[in-house]
């Protein structure tokens, strides 16, 4: 097969990659903090894509400029939907926490998808940027525009991430009670609070996501079960609760669905991730970046 | 300055300790003594905020801190040693010494603070950079005590330090202790089942069994008390210091 194929494939996998690492990024920061599985997240990312839509076609601003109302919106969102569904399960612990708030989520994906369908009608839409149609070409590989710029975005949004748990007092606060939510009380974390925010925060990574999907590819109403199932797919490739290894298994899943899609024909695209997922679960189910000393 | 006055505390619907009751003076160190299971940490969990207990006060300087949240109950001075160490493991020593010192009072004095303890325990000054969580067992226990002093408190809360430690490490510990409480004017409320060493350290000491405290006073009454000496020291006369 030819090189240069192979190499575009490569490519193509990581920028699609980039995004399932982004969307899987807010689930996992959600599930590891306040061990909420939130199956609405992609019908979250969803309305981060619908509310870009309209930033652009109402108020004429660029996708790559409407990323920063529609994440704000959507932090706004999040703790809203924290307060208003989450909250009163503050003193569940354990399967119960998990179980009930499964339930929750999926009320809310329901809500959120029929929300979508009556402000922005079925229809899938996508959206035409300066940038949509331009490219790169280099040695031979086609770099679109759109897709670099929102690789670059993702990696920013993670590092972002990444800055916020190492260098502030909530970032830390938040390590502090993924390690030991009693330790973390007894310094005076304020666990209900950083659940709160934590929250919040989680639902801005869907909104970015969101805009980041809307500049690249098409988005419906219904669309987003679909990523919340790559979310989970990249968590448990990343492991469970590590926010860290999250991108580089959200690249892995991107690019093994692109080799599936030339190896086999574009319809196995999933079955080779879904084939990924199992194996990462039959032979290294503690995730693919978990290092050792992690206490369960 | 601590004073406990008839708890009771349950889980779910089972009551764990009935009516304690427990006083702790300033600049003094109390111990907290009885067999597993007895209701020790469930006292001390309750006087921290961890758990509620259903009925009862406990108030330190005057307020009514069984009303608060736990992490209040760190801003008005009693910070805790939890069972089992209590630290941060995938955070490094230093970021666990400044995770003690959370509270936006004790944040601006965090450099300061962090002095003080590092030089209660010099290992934790080499040893920033590590991972807590790879730490020995007796650096682990000093980086639990450090953070907890990096609110400034002026009641500390110990539950069990000397578990899983090797004899002569209690023994610096000991002596740390009776530092932390001299030098920097910290009472302090340690939960022991290393009766004998507790009752060294302490001045006084309270016996919880069944969930009921059974015995309560000074240490060197208690060190000659007739079921003390049978049940927990292993009857007979005793004079070496040792177990």
């Given at each position: 097969?030819?090189?240069?194929?192979?190499?575009?494939?490569?490519?193509?996998?990581?920028?699609?990659?980039?995004?399932?690492?982004?969307?899987?990024?807010?689930?996992?920061?959600?599930?590891?903090?306040?061990?909420?599985?939130?199956?609405?997240?992609?019908?979250?990312?969803?309305?981060?894509?619908?509310?870009?839509?309209?930033?652009?076609?109402?108020?004429?601003?660029?996708?790559?400029?409407?990323?920063?109302?529609?994440?704000?919106?959507?932090?706004?969102?999040?703790?809203?939907?924290?307060?208003?569904?989450?909250?009163?399960?503050?003193?569940?612990?354990?399967?119960?926490?998990?179980?009930?708030?499964?339930?929750?989520?999926?009320?809310?994906?329901?809500?959120?998808?029929?929300?979508?369908?009556?402000?922005?009608?079925?229809?899938?839409?996508?959206?035409?940027?300066?940038?949509?149609?331009?490219?790169?070409?280099?040695?031979?590989?086609?770099?679109?525009?759109?897709?670099?710029?929102?690789?670059?975005?993702?990696?920013?949004?993670?590092?972002?991430?990444?800055?916020?748990?190492?260098?502030?007092?909530?970032?830390?606060?938040?390590?502090?009670?993924?390690?030991?939510?009693?330790?973390?009380?007894?310094?005076?974390?304020?666990?209900?609070?950083?659940?709160?925010?934590?929250?919040?925060?989680?639902?801005?990574?869907?909104?970015?996501?969101?805009?980041?999907?809307?500049?690249?590819?098409?988005?419906?109403?219904?669309?987003?079960?679909?990523?919340?199932?790559?979310?989970?797919?990249?968590?448990?490739?990343?492991?469970?609760?590590?926010?860290?290894?999250?991108?580089?298994?959200?690249?892995?899943?991107?690019?093994?669905?692109?080799?599936?899609?030339?190896?086999?024909?574009?319809?196995?695209?999933?079955?080779?991730?879904?084939?990924?997922?199992?194996?990462?679960?039959?032979?290294?189910?503690?995730?693919?970046?978990?290092?050792?000393?992690?206490?369960? | 300055?601590?004073?406990?006055?008839?708890?009771?505390v349950?889980y779910?619907?089972i009551q764990a300790i009935w009516?304690i009751?427990?006083?702790?003076?300033?600049?003094?160190?109390?111990?907290l003594i009885g067999p597993n299971g007895a209701g020790k940490s469930t006292t001390l969990n309750?006087?921290?905020?961890?758990?509620?207990?259903?009925?009862?006060?406990?108030?330190?300087?005057?307020?009514?801190?069984?009303?608060?949240?736990?992490?209040?109950?760190?801003?008005?001075?009693?910070?805790?040693?939890?069972e089992?160490?209590?630290?941060?493991?995938?955070?490094?020593?230093?970021?666990?010494?400044?995770?003690?010192?959370?509270?936006?009072?004790?944040?601006?004095?965090?450099?300061?603070?962090?002095?003080?303890?590092?030089?209660?325990?010099?290992?934790?000054?080499?040893?920033?950079?590590?991972?807590?969580?790879?730490?020995?067992?007796?650096?682990?226990?000093?980086?639990?005590?450090?953070?907890?002093?990096?609110?400034?408190?002026?009641?500390?809360?110990?539950d069990e330090?000397?578990?899983?430690?090797?004899?002569?490490?209690?023994?610096?510990?000991?002596?740390?202790?009776?530092?932390?409480?001299?030098?920097?004017?910290?009472?302090?409320?340690?939960v022991?089942q290393?009766?004998?060493?507790?009752?060294?350290?302490?001045?006084?000491?309270?016996v919880i069994e069944a969930g009921y405290?059974v015995?309560?006073?000074?240490?060197?009454?208690?060190?000659?008390?007739?079921?003390?000496?049978?049940?927990?020291?292993?009857?007979?006369?005793?004079?070496?210091?040792?177990?």
């Amino acid at each position: 097969m030819d090189i240069k194929i192979i190499a575009q494939t490569i490519i193509y996998g990581i920028f699609s990659g980039s995004i399932y690492s982004l969307v899987a990024v807010g689930l996992q920061w959600i599930f590891g903090i306040t061990k909420i599985i939130n199956i609405a997240h992609g019908p979250l990312v969803v309305i981060g894509s619908f509310l870009t839509f309209w930033a652009f076609s109402l108020c004429h601003l660029d996708p790559f400029v409407a990323i920063l109302p529609v994440t704000l919106v959507l932090l706004l969102l999040g703790l809203v939907v924290y307060c208003v569904i989450f909250y009163p399960l503050k003193n569940l612990i354990g399967h119960e926490r998990v179980h009930l708030s499964l339930l929750l989520a999926f009320g809310l994906m329901i809500i959120l998808q029929n929300g979508a369908r009556l402000l922005w009608s079925a229809d899938e839409r996508a959206l035409t940027t300066a940038l949509t149609g331009a490219s790169l070409e280099f040695i031979g590989v086609r770099l679109p525009y759109a897709r670099l710029a929102g690789l670059a975005v993702a990696l920013l949004v993670i590092i972002c991430v990444h800055l916020l748990l190492t260098k502030t007092y909530f970032g830390k606060s938040v390590r502090a009670l993924i390690d030991n939510p009693q330790a973390a009380r007894l310094v005076g974390v304020n666990i209900n609070l950083v659940h709160l925010f934590s929250f919040g925060i989680g639902i801005a990574l869907a909104g970015s996501a969101g805009t980041l999907i809307a500049i690249t590819t098409s988005f419906s109403p219904f669309g987003g079960m679909v990523w919340t199932l790559k979310g989970l797919i990249v968590v448990v490739l990343a492991g469970m609760g590590n926010i860290r290894g999250v991108f580089l298994a959200g690249l892995v899943l991107g690019v093994v669905e692109a080799i599936g899609a030339i190896v086999g024909l574009g319809a196995y695209r999933e079955i080779f991730g879904l084939i990924t997922f199992v194996l990462v679960l039959m032979f290294k189910p503690e995730g693919l970046f978990v290092r050792g000393g992690r206490a369960a | 300055m601590l004073e406990v006055i008839k708890i009771n505390v349950y889980y779910g619907d089972i009551q764990a300790i009935w009516d304690i009751s427990l006083t702790v003076q300033g600049a003094e160190i109390v111990a907290l003594i009885g067999p597993n299971g007895a209701g020790k940490s469930t006292t001390l969990n309750t006087i921290s905020g961890l758990l509620s207990p259903k009925s009862g006060t406990i108030k330190f300087n005057s307020i009514e801190v069984n009303k608060l949240p736990s992490h209040k109950i760190v801003e008005s001075g009693i910070s805790m040693v939890p069972e089992g160490r209590g630290i941060f493991p995938t955070m490094t020593v230093w970021e666990n010494i400044e995770m003690g010192a959370f509270l936006s009072a004790s944040r601006k004095i965090k450099h300061e603070s962090a002095e003080l303890v590092e030089n209660i325990f010099p290992p934790l000054r080499s040893r920033r950079k590590q991972l807590a969580g790879t730490l020995s067992g007796g650096e682990q226990q000093m980086l639990a005590i450090g953070k907890a002093l990096m609110s400034r408190p002026k009641l500390l809360l110990i539950d069990e330090f000397s578990q899983g430690l090797a004899p002569i490490l209690v023994q610096s510990f000991v002596k740390t202790i009776e530092q932390i409480n001299k030098s920097q004017k910290v009472s302090i409320l340690l939960v022991e089942q290393n009766v004998h060493m507790a009752l060294k350290l302490a001045n006084q000491a309270y016996v919880i069994e069944a969930g009921y405290i059974v015995e309560h006073g000074g240490t060197n009454t208690l060190l000659a008390d007739e079921h003390i000496v049978n049940v927990y020291l292993g009857g007979g006369a005793r004079d070496s210091g040792k177990r």
